[in-house]
């Protein structure tokens, strides 16, 4: 089979690994792909949104199947742009169509289809530029920390947490009104906080059958416990400890069984990959946002513990016959540490040499912002590298990613030393 994969980050480079490693692969192809992911395939320079492009590549190249990687081109509308092109029609797109993408495409969409189908999330209402004055009003009902999420994506910019009433409605004024985050904050969502532990869930279904895929935790945050600005994550481990028994089950009851037969009641063909972000307060889940993809970089950690064939569970859902397909999990934790650039999420330079990728050999490297030079790997965005071990438990693992790091080198690189460390068992 012939595969091009859209994307050109971590999660990507994840991905190309788990594709090439099954025997159903002919040729893989990577677009834009990055310095780590030519290993596995051809890395071809075009942009994942630029439909006629991709189009082009895949008739080039006699595609078999397309696997998108991130949101915006599922978001846009690629896998309704293929089922409607003659000549595109019988390729399999892994991804939702843009219908079904507005899970996370609009968080107005998504929180109306929790309210509809009984999915726990927390209280929340959107506004607009016209209902304002009410927005206004709805925050003097809620207590701090307030959330305003603009509506649409902000390259996960989107997201405000404010201890302060009045910096909260000046932050919810300009979003509306100066446009501080363009079109995605034409609308904007205000819930209320909702204080607990995150995780990620991972799904794949075919709009029928559907299998859980490893769960994981990630950071966010640029400082250690969790200080400073958001990132798109500093790293992740799997699987999470307090996801299993009853709380596993609420989860899967309560929250996966209803998103999948909500979809399906409300006509929703939705084929690929579901993320959703759950908090655990007091024992009970709540969702706090659909992806309509993998994250990133949770992605470095779930796969790796995925024993079954990817391509063919990809089979399964574009033949809608995911159900007969078997998921087999590797027992062993894993935890994935990214080494960023100095000064992300902020200002930083590219660029940077970096050494010792070849030093690493007990860990999974995948790379996140790279690019090549010659012989040489340099540094081609904030997040450069992500690197994955595996460990008994979540201590070793840890322990076994950190001694990998320690023969990894480029200037002003910075990584956060306490990842997962509020998940070991002497905590």
Not at 78 to 99: S, Y
Not at 124 to 145: Q, V
Not at 265 to 291: C, Q, S
């Amino acid at each position: 089979m012939n595969i091009l994969l859209l994307g050109s980050g971590g999660r990507e480079h994840a991905l190309a690994w788990k594709i090439s490693r099954s025997s159903s692969l002919e040729a893989l192809y990577i677009a834009p792909g990055n310095a780590g992911t030519k290993q596995f395939g051809k890395n071809i320079s075009i942009d994942p949104t630029d439909f006629e492009a991709v189009k082009k590549e895949v008739i080039d190249n006699k595609i078999n199947m397309v696997v998108v990687g991130p949101e915006a081109p599922l978001v846009n509308g690629i896998a309704d742009f293929f089922a409607e092109d003659e000549q595109l029609k019988n390729v399999a797109v892994i991804g939702p169509n843009k219908e079904a993408a507005q899970l996370e495409g609009s968080k107005d969409f998504a929180k109306a289809f929790m309210n509809k189908h009984n999915i726990p999330t927390a209280k929340h209402k959107t506004f607009t530029k016209a209902t304002i004055k009410e927005g206004f009003a709805f925050l003097d009902t809620l207590k701090p920390p307030y959330v305003l999420k603009a509506d649409g994506l902000a390259a996960g910019k989107g997201v405000l947490i404010l201890s302060d009433l009045h910096e909260a409605k000046k932050e919810f004024s300009s979003m509306l009104l100066d446009n501080k985050f363009g079109g995605a904050g034409a609308q904007v969502v205000i819930e209320e906080f909702l204080k607990g532990v995150e995780m990620s869930t991972f799904v794949i279904t075919d709009g029928d059958g559907f299998k859980v895929l490893p769960e994981a935790k990630d950071y966010k945050r640029i400082g250690e416990k969790d200080t400073g600005l958001n990132t798109g994550g500093m790293g992740a481990v799997s699987p999470v400890p307090f996801a299993e028994g009853k709380f596993s089950d609420k989860v899967y009851n309560q929250i996966i069984v209803p998103t999948i037969k909500g979809l399906k009641a409300d006509k929703i063909k939705y084929k690929g990959f579901i993320f959703i972000g759950i908090i655990n307060v007091n024992g009970e889940p709540y969702v706090i946002e659909y992806n309509c993809r993998l994250g990133d970089p949770e992605t470095e950690v779930i796969l790796p513990r995925l024993r079954s064939d990817l391509i063919d569970l990809f089979e399964g859902v574009a033949t809608n016959t995911l159900s007969e397909r078997d998921v087999e999990f590797d027992p062993r934790s894993a935890a994935t540490v990214m080494m960023v650039s100095g000064g992300y999420p902020e200002k930083y330079e590219k660029g940077k040499t970096i050494y010792g990728l070849n030093a690493a050999t007990e860990s999974l490297i995948f790379h996140a912002g790279t690019a090549s030079d010659g012989p040489a790997v340099r540094t081609a965005g904030g997040r450069v590298l992500a690197v994955t071990s595996f460990g008994k438990d979540i201590e070793t693992a840890v322990e076994n990613t950190y001694e990998s790091i320690s023969n990894i080198e480029f200037e002003n690189a910075y990584f956060r030393k306490d990842i997962g460390k509020d998940l070991f068992k002497s905590n």
